[in-house]
């Protein structure tokens, strides 16, 4: 198998081992997103509180879902489950929580990747 980054930035993952860098495809996986102002939970906390619609969410027709370790973002893999509820499709996130390598508070690497 291999790594089909469907991100526009390269994803680098950083083990004892060594680093894996995996550099974007050219094919970008979007989701389409749409906000609205809910005016219940804005009154009742104060603030301006909007909930998330997904639109159109679909994998490229060019990669190959049972071929290819896709790695998408995270909005996009949250997006394709709530969307599809398919699960049969395996969708890799970069964790760039507390784990990940941050240099001048940007991003470097990721220490591994997460199934979604």
Do not use: C
Not at 19 to 45: F, H, K, N, W, Y
């Amino acid at each position: 198998m291999k790594f089909t980054n469907l991100t526009p930035n390269t994803v680098t993952i950083r083990t004892e081992a060594g680093d894996t860098v995996i550099p974007p495809s050219g094919i970008v996986a979007r989701v389409e997103i749409q906000t609205v102002l809910d005016e219940v939970q804005s009154a009742a906390l104060g603030v301006p509180v909007h909930q998330v619609h997904y639109g159109d969410v679909r994998l490229p027709e060019e990669v190959d879902p049972y071929q290819d370790v896709l790695v998408v973002s995270k909005m996009f893999a949250e997006a394709y489950r709530w969307s599809t509820r398919r699960q049969d499709v395996s969708l890799f996130v970069p964790d760039n929580g507390p784990s990940a390598v941050r240099e001048d508070g940007r991003i470097v690497a990721v220490r591994q990747l997460l199934a979604r």
